[in-house]
């Protein structure tokens, strides 16, 4: 894509983002899906990190077997980290922009900026204006595979410049940090209520973790050390001018290194493959614009590399946020007396029956104290412990 486009011509098509992601430059998406790049923009989808400004905590995701959701309370504001990793050029920019699915339900979005060099997962916020409780729902699950849904889309376009040579680069003033942990930080440390000491320390505990996430090592990561040494070995051939034979027991010994992930596979292949080319069968490949040819493509086989260990960080960090937000699964009538009542009352109930065998056993032993007193001593906790379920659930 040319830099020097007119005025009308700066804003990025889907096409654009599909070939920024093929060449792996100017705006990444990661992971990058081709079905939300549409028209002039790209959609972005949530996490499972919903902060409630309004209510100061977490909000609990509700799941059944075809969704994830949550309720959004009226005149309720909520903050939430995207699911996507974003990184963008110095010469590109853009804004985000409700959704008119979004619209239509009555939610509000506030739309913000991208500035040039961005590179981090997003925040966006979320309004209900309504005098009404709104389902938003996060997730589809289509034959047990998860898709997030779109919540705001991106629209953006090349920042023209025109400056003489002398002239020193334009230098932004931007310092937001990466998820605007600035942000999150912030409402960590915020004061916070009596009953709302276990949700206040979790999102204390996800918001530092998520400050300086480590991701673990697996079989893709240990896929993709190997291929980039075998590609440092395969550019050292090459600038050295190793025999085509040399180069390609290289390119065999790229083929053979097993992965665990088929689709990481077939995307460093396809990649990979594009080095496979017929002048290797003559010693023509060696010349000065082969080369640079072949290093090109190194190259991009390298930063496809470094892609899908960025979407296999972003994956994790997704993960780690699903395994530690609150979460309610969807059950029937039933379901929810047990998983709503009596299982977060169990420790009361346990209680009230210790409470009532000890005090019965006093009873038929002669001890003063009617039988109803015994009774009314061994449920309370039962009752409190219940009372004070409801209320949270409630809250949440």
């Not at 990649?271 to 640079?292: I, P, Q, Y």
Request: aromatic share 8%; proline share 3%.
């Amino acid at each position: 894509m040319a830099k020097n486009k007119k005025r009308d011509e700066n804003q990025l098509l889907a096409k654009d983002f599909e070939m920024c992601r093929k060449n792996l430059d100017g705006i990444i998406v990661a992971p990058f899906k081709s079905e939300n790049a549409k028209g002039i923009g790209y959609n972005f989808t949530s996490s499972w990190l919903v902060y409630s400004i309004s209510r100061n905590k977490i909000l609990t995701i509700h799941r059944n077997s075809s969704e994830a959701y949550i309720y959004l309370r009226p005149h309720e504001t909520v903050l939430t980290l995207s699911h996507e990793y974003l990184k963008v050029s110095d010469n590109i920019a853009g804004t985000f922009h409700s959704r008119v699915r979004m619209n239509a339900k009555g939610i509000g979005s506030t739309s913000t900026t991208l500035d040039p060099n961005w590179k981090g997962m997003l925040l966006f916020s979320f309004n209900n204006p309504t005098r009404r409780k709104i389902k938003v729902v996060i997730e589809k699950i289509v034959n047990g595979i998860a898709s997030p849904e779109n919540m705001v889309t991106l629209v953006a376009e090349y920042i023209n410049r025109s400056m003489k040579k002398d002239e020193e680069q334009i230098k932004l003033n931007v310092d937001n940090p990466a998820m605007r942990m600035d942000v999150w930080t912030e409402l960590a440390s915020k004061p916070h209520k009596m009953f709302q000491n276990r949700n206040y320390q979790k999102f204390r505990d996800i918001v530092t973790t998520l400050a300086d996430f480590q991701s673990q090592e697996n079989e893709n990561f240990k896929y993709i050390y190997e291929m980039k040494k075998k590609l440092l070995n395969l550019r050292k051939a090459i600038l050295a001018e190793r025999s085509p034979a040399k180069i390609k027991s290289v390119l065999l010994s790229i083929s053979l290194i097993p992965v665990s992930s088929e689709e990481l596979k077939i995307k460093i292949m396809e990649v990979t493959k594009r080095l496979k080319d017929k002048e290797l069968e003559n010693k023509k490949f060696l010349r000065r614009c082969s080369k640079k040819k072949y290093l090109k493509k190194i190259e991009l086989a390298e930063r496809e590399l470094e892609y899908q260990m960025l979407c296999d960080h972003v994956q994790q960090i997704n993960n780690y946020i699903k395994e530690n937000v609150p979460v309610h699964w969807e059950l029937g009538w039933l379901g929810k007396i047990v998983y709503d009542l009596i299982l977060p009352s169990l420790d009361g109930i346990v209680a009230g029956v210790l409470i009532f065998v000890v005090l019965a056993a006093g009873f038929r032993n002669g001890n003063p104290g009617s039988l109803w007193v015994t009774v009314l001593a061994a449920i309370l906790p039962t009752i409190f412990s219940i009372l004070f379920s409801v209320i949270n659930h409630r809250r949440n």
